[in-house]
């Protein structure tokens, strides 16, 4: 596609309950992250694929958090038994290898945590 | 470990006022620097980035920024601030290209007219 397409662009959910959070990169870019955006924050490093390399995993703030990428392409963030601190907007974005580029951002998706 | 302050969280300046904002990083060795903006509701653009050569570099919409190395700062600008700047700015940093970046916590820019 055009750009990085994330799904749904908003979601609210009753604490406890999973939610599942995609990312469609754009077509050939080998490297993709989420970050994670608190009201008031910055943005926070959650996960980096690139290519068939393990992914860096070292910014899940805690083991309900989970991250696939399937094909090296389509990304699901995966959530598990939702709190409120988790509400925030979650942000994918993606690059290609190498060169001088930069990680082009998808629009979010809103999670609220009721 | 690497670290981004933006000490500013917000600026209110006139439609056609200049426009500095501040960014300063920490970082072990030669950082790639990046100014993202994010307007209401939408994704980050990317404004401009350094990665090497000249410490002025140029952006889109008119933005320039320049990297300090003794300060360890790369100050965004624009000489000229429009209505439609109003946005939250993003400063990063990070050890590449294809990395993961450390961000700053962001400065809203309000344009009175």
């Known amino acids: 596609g055009a750009g990085v397409s994330q799904s749904p662009s908003n979601k609210v959910t009753e604490k406890g309950k999973d939610v599942e959070l995609r990312c469609d990169p754009i077509?050939?870019?080998?490297?993709l992250y989420w970050y994670r955006q608190s009201l008031g924050q910055g943005l926070e490093f959650l996960i980096y694929?690139?290519?068939?390399?393990?992914?860096?995993k070292s910014g899940l703030p805690s083991d309900r958090f989970s991250a696939e990428r399937t094909g090296g392409s389509v990304s699901t963030l995966t959530i598990q038994r939702t709190q409120q601190e988790d509400s925030a907007v979650y942000l994918c974005?993606?690059?290609?290898?190498?060169?001088?580029?930069?990680?082009?951002f998808g629009q979010g998706t809103r999670l609220t945590v009721v | 470990a690497q670290s981004v302050t933006q000490p500013d969280i917000h600026i209110t300046v006139s439609e056609g006022a200049s426009l500095e904002l501040r960014c300063n990083y920490s970082?072990?060795?030669?950082?790639?620097l990046f100014w993202y903006v994010q307007s209401p509701g939408q994704g980050l653009q990317l404004l401009l980035k350094?990665?090497?050569?000249?410490?002025l570099v140029q952006g889109i919409k008119g933005f320039e920024a320049e990297f300090k190395r003794s300060q360890s700062s790369f100050n965004l600008r624009k000489p000229s601030v429009h209505w439609s700047d109003a946005a939250e700015y993003f400063c990063?940093?990070?050890?590449?290209?294809?990395?993961?970046?450390?961000f700053g916590t962001g400065t809203r820019l309000q344009v009175t007219l």
């Open positions: 974005a993606s690059s290609p290898l190498g060169g001088n580029t930069e990680a082009f």
């Open positions: 077509s050939g870019h080998t490297a």
């Open positions: 694929f690139q290519g068939n390399s393990a992914p860096d």
């Open positions: 970082y072990g060795a030669t950082p790639y």
């Open positions: 350094y990665f090497s050569g000249d410490t």
């Open positions: 990063a940093v990070g050890p590449g290209t294809a990395s993961k970046l450390t």
